[in-house]
């Protein structure tokens, strides 16, 4: 059994190993966790004990087979809860991240394995991340950032890479969503700007916003 807060720490660095393909620096989890190095450093020792990661000083942290396991069945459990928010309860997807982080830290497996059946064995969560199954595995998606698209290429939107409410927001005020269809009008590649249409309508969107909104083009 874990604590609350050693939950978000193998969480964290659940995500960032995901992005660096190796150790992960104690400042990195710092900044991912908003905390000083000292503090870093006393939890990721804790957790070497309970064997669910390796530490090296000056080298970094890597989670072990165990903490990735663990780790990854914390995100499952956040992931179906915002299903079950938004399906069952009707909360919109800017809504539902901070409370399912509290959710994920509920530790009965059966309520978890009836959830997932309640809900159809969602793969993916509201905002097109995939959610791990009960052995902590992902299942490989193909999908490609929007600014990497060019003039005349269209997708369906699969995904946001940044969730914060803001941005989900902005989204829906151009009809923007998971299955949405996108195709790209134009590209300026002075600066990756684009004009894109959506249903009917045609607007300009910034590098940004293209750079945080996931694609499936075939």
Request: with cysteine; aromatic share 8%.
């Amino acid at each position: 059994m874990f604590s609350l807060a050693e939950e978000n720490y193998l969480k964290a660095i659940y995500h960032l190993e995901s992005k660096t393909q190796g150790a992960v620096s104690t400042n990195a989890i710092a900044d991912a966790m908003a905390t000083k190095p000292s503090s870093v450093t006393d939890m990721v020792q804790k957790l070497a004990d309970k064997k669910v990661l390796s530490y090296i000083k000056y080298k970094g942290t890597s989670l072990t087979d165990k903490g990735k396991k663990t780790a990854a069945n914390v995100i499952r459990k956040h992931r179906l809860w915002e299903v079950f928010l938004v399906e069952k309860l009707n909360f919109h997807w800017d809504e539902v991240h901070d409370i399912a982080e509290q959710l994920e830290h509920v530790h009965s497996t059966e309520l978890i394995a009836r959830l997932d059946k309640f809900l159809g064995f969602p793969d993916f969560d509201p905002h097109g991340d995939p959610i791990p199954d009960k052995h902590g595995n992902i299942k490989p998606t193909e999908k490609k950032l929007l600014s990497e698209l060019n003039k005349n290429q269209k997708g369906v939107c699969v995904g946001v890479k940044e969730s914060n409410s803001d941005f989900l927001q902005y989204l829906d005020k151009k009809h923007i969503t998971i299955g949405t269809k996108i195709s790209v009008l134009g590209k300026e590649f002075f600066d990756g700007s684009m004009v894109i249409q959506v249903g009917r309508d045609q607007f300009f969107i910034s590098k940004k916003i293209a750079e945080n909104l996931y694609m499936q083009t075939n």
